[in-house]
């Protein structure tokens, strides 16, 4: 198991429901990442925080709304979701978001939407 | 924009044998790539990584190739172990700010 660790690793949600995905990290990094993988389909950045600042937003629904409040926790907010935001979402966390510090991931939260 | 491909959507290989997977990328500006392996249940896990400035780059069984002219990446595996069952992807980027495409990824599956 790396040191990213993601909460909950399975969730069932309805289209109305409001609920939220933690990722921590114990690396000391400062930075970290959201990414969609939907089956069959490539990786997707969704937002990028540096020094919990958000640093990237890849044109995400705002039914996704980022949180970080310390460079150690980050927080996936989900409400109104549409069934096609069913995926595995990961986060993953890099000494910073330079380009050659390598990103380690978390295992992901298997998402489903009814 | 960037496009990446992978050639084949699963690779069934002999244990004991060595694998090939392959990645074509779309632009040539693109200057560092990596190859991913994952498992099932876990996220990415990253595996060897190469910049332009080199064609070939060697780890603990795994190589990467990189050819700039045409644009393609490969990862080879040499005597394929049951343990390197998993979904392998590369990803490229262009980018200082660790902003990267990736490959839908290939999987491999290892028979005895």
């Known amino acids: 198991e790396t040191g990213v660790t993601q909460t909950p690793r399975h969730l069932v949600m309805g289209m109305t429901n409001k609920k939220s995905l933690k990722c921590e990290q114990h690396?000391?990094?400062?930075?970290m990442y959201w990414y969609k993988q939907s089956a069959k389909k490539p990786l997707e950045l969704m937002f990028v925080y540096n020094f919990k600042e958000q640093t990237e937003n890849n044109s995400v629904p705002s039914r996704f709304s980022p949180e970080c409040p310390n460079s150690s926790h980050l927080f996936l907010h989900l409400h109104t979701l549409q069934p096609e935001d069913s995926a595995l979402y990961l986060c993953?966390?890099?000494?910073?978001?330079?380009?050659?510090?390598?990103?380690?991931f978390g295992p992901g939260t298997r998402l489903t939407v009814l | 924009g960037e496009s990446v491909g992978l050639h084949l959507p699963t690779l069934s290989v002999q244990e004991g044998d060595n694998s090939i997977i392959n990645c074509a990328y779309s632009n040539s500006a693109s200057d560092y790539f990596i190859w991913y392996k994952q498992e099932s249940g876990k996220g990415p896990q990253f595996i060897i990584d190469i910049r332009s400035n080199m064609d070939k780059r060697q780890g603990q069984r795994v190589t990467v190739l990189l050819n700039k002219t045409v644009k393609h990446l490969s990862l080879q595996i040499a005597a394929t172990q049951p343990g390197d069952s998993a979904v392998y992807f590369c990803?490229?980027?262009?980018?200082?700010?660790?902003?990267?495409?990736f490959g839908a990824g290939t999987q491999v599956v290892v028979t005895p």
């Open positions: 990803a490229v980027t262009t980018d200082s700010w660790g902003k990267f495409q």
């Open positions: 690396l000391g990094h400062n930075a």
């Open positions: 993953a966390s890099s000494q910073d978001r330079q380009t050659y510090n390598e990103q380690f």
